[in-house]
């Protein structure tokens, strides 16, 4: 059987990737819509390399006969139109962070927590973790099942496209203007991007975390173990295509490390890469197009009883979007549940 799928975003990065991977993966579909605001009408995107699709008015379009609606345009737009997709009888699988708390939503990693998806039928939305979020559970996943984890801190390096396409193209146009003796002043970012680091991702909070840190606590605890405590700092880095997270773990009970490195090692969609010796461990240039999580220079944490280090790279685009929401489409076909 094939499936009618619609992607809503279709002419942003991640939405664009979207249709990429329903192709890469060989994902059953009859028919594809490529779904955008009215600006975009008319404009052609691709599905995979021979087959273009003209961009249709996502105001006006009629969800009826849509199996899987996968959104990413935002939390703006996904709180709109995602319930009348949803009330056409689409699945929604929603990359924004729109509905990743409500609790009638499943918020879905499939290799971590694939079981949520048999909640889907109380609103017929599905959330995608946040990027950063998504290649930490990863992570934590095998480690958790191994030994409980009690406490996590966590240092994001996170890329420039997490932010879209005119973030890129400000690391870009900084950059260059730099080489010119010129200075370009941010519009995208709170403070010049090119040759700097920021530490602000999303708005301030009250408690002066920033919400994608708060992001990375709740969804964490929703997804893998309410009782794990996690601690954040994210970070924008001038990298286009690839988040990186330096991770401290602290768990209740001794791990050894080989049992650990073997967890990490035999976890579906993660891939270890660890002999710093040789030079053996993995950043972000190297992950961009990958469709695993890599883990690399595991080591203990000789600072507390029982405790691990490690370094967490995925390609955010990818398994940190929209892979993991192409994901989520297959499991719900192998699932029965569409």
């Given at each position: 059987?094939?499936?009618?799928?619609?992607?809503v975003?279709?002419?942003?990065?991640?939405?664009?990737?979207?249709?990429?991977?329903?192709?890469?993966?060989?994902?059953?579909?009859?028919?594809?819509?490529?779904?955008?605001?009215a600006?975009?009408?008319?404009?052609?995107?691709?599905?995979?390399?021979?087959?273009?699709?003209?961009?249709?008015?996502?105001?006006?379009?009629?969800?009826?006969?849509?199996?899987?609606?996968?959104f990413?345009?935002?939390?703006?737009?996904?709180?709109?139109?995602?319930?009348?997709?949803?009330?056409?009888?689409?699945?929604?699988i929603?990359?924004?962070?729109?509905w990743?708390?409500?609790?009638?939503?499943?918020?879905?990693?499939?290799?971590?927590?694939?079981?949520?998806?048999?909640?889907?039928?109380?609103?017929?939305?599905?959330?995608?973790?946040?990027?950063?979020?998504?290649q930490l559970?990863?992570?934590?996943?095998?480690?958790?099942?191994?030994?409980?984890?009690?406490?996590?801190?966590?240092?994001?390096?996170?890329?420039?496209?997490?932010?879209?396409?005119?973030?890129?193209?400000?690391?870009?146009?900084?950059?260059?203007?730099?080489?010119?003796?010129?200075?370009?002043?941010?519009?995208?970012?709170?403070?010049?991007?090119?040759?700097?680091?920021?530490?602000?991702?999303?708005?301030?909070?009250?408690?002066?975390?920033?919400?994608?840190?708060?992001?990375?606590?709740?969804?964490?605890?929703?997804?893998?173990?309410?009782?794990?405590?996690?601690?954040?700092?994210?970070?924008?880095?001038?990298?286009?295509?690839?988040?990186?997270?330096?991770?401290?773990?602290?768990f209740?009970?001794?791990?050894?490390?080989?049992?650990?490195?073997?967890?990490?090692?035999?976890?579906?969609?993660?891939?270890?890469v660890?002999?710093?010796?040789?030079?053996?461990?993995?950043?972000?240039?190297?992950?961009?197009?990958?469709?695993?999580?890599?883990?690399?220079?595991?080591?203990?944490?000789?600072?507390?009883?029982?405790?691990?280090?490690?370094?967490?790279?995925?390609?955010?685009?990818?398994?940190?979007?929209?892979?993991?929401?192409?994901?989520?489409?297959?499991?719900?076909?192998?699932?029965?549940?569409?």
């Open positions: 059987m094939g499936y009618n799928v619609a992607v975003g279709a002419t942003g990065v991640v939405g664009n990737e979207m249709l990429q991977i329903l192709h890469e993966t060989d994902f059953p579909v009859d028919e594809v819509h490529a779904l955008a605001s600006q975009s009408v008319g404009k052609e995107v691709s599905f995979g390399e021979e087959v273009t699709l003209k961009v249709e008015d996502l105001a006006s379009f009629d969800f009826e006969g849509i199996h899987i609606a996968l990413s345009a935002g939390a703006e737009v996904s709180g709109t139109y995602a319930p009348k997709a949803a009330a056409a009888g689409a699945v929604v929603d990359n924004s962070s729109r990743r708390m409500d609790p009638e939503v499943p918020l879905v990693v499939p290799e971590v927590n694939g079981e949520a998806l048999e909640q889907v039928r109380a609103r017929n939305i599905i959330a995608n973790p946040n990027c950063s979020t998504i559970v990863m992570a934590l996943k095998p480690l958790h099942d191994l030994a409980r984890i009690r406490r996590v801190a966590v240092a994001t390096y996170q890329s420039v496209s997490g932010a879209g396409k005119a973030a890129m193209d400000e690391l870009f146009e900084q950059t260059k203007s730099i080489y010119a003796g010129q200075r370009k002043e941010p519009e995208v970012f709170p403070k010049p991007i090119a040759f700097n680091l920021i530490p602000h991702i999303d708005r301030f909070l009250e408690d002066d975390f920033t919400k994608e840190e708060w992001k990375m606590r709740v969804e964490t605890k929703k997804i893998l173990d309410p009782d794990i405590e996690v601690v954040a700092t994210c970070v924008r880095v001038p990298v286009f295509v690839g988040h990186s997270e330096a991770v401290f773990v602290e209740a009970e001794p791990v050894d490390l080989d049992d650990a490195r073997n967890a990490l090692y035999n976890f579906d969609g993660l891939a270890v660890d002999r710093p010796e040789r030079g053996e461990y993995v950043t972000p240039v190297e992950c961009v197009g990958e469709h695993a999580v890599f883990v690399s220079r595991i080591r203990q944490d000789p600072t507390v009883p029982y405790g691990l280090a490690f370094w967490v790279v995925a390609d955010n685009l990818r398994k940190g979007a929209a892979l993991n929401a192409v994901q989520i489409a297959h499991a719900l076909v192998e699932r029965g549940l569409v």
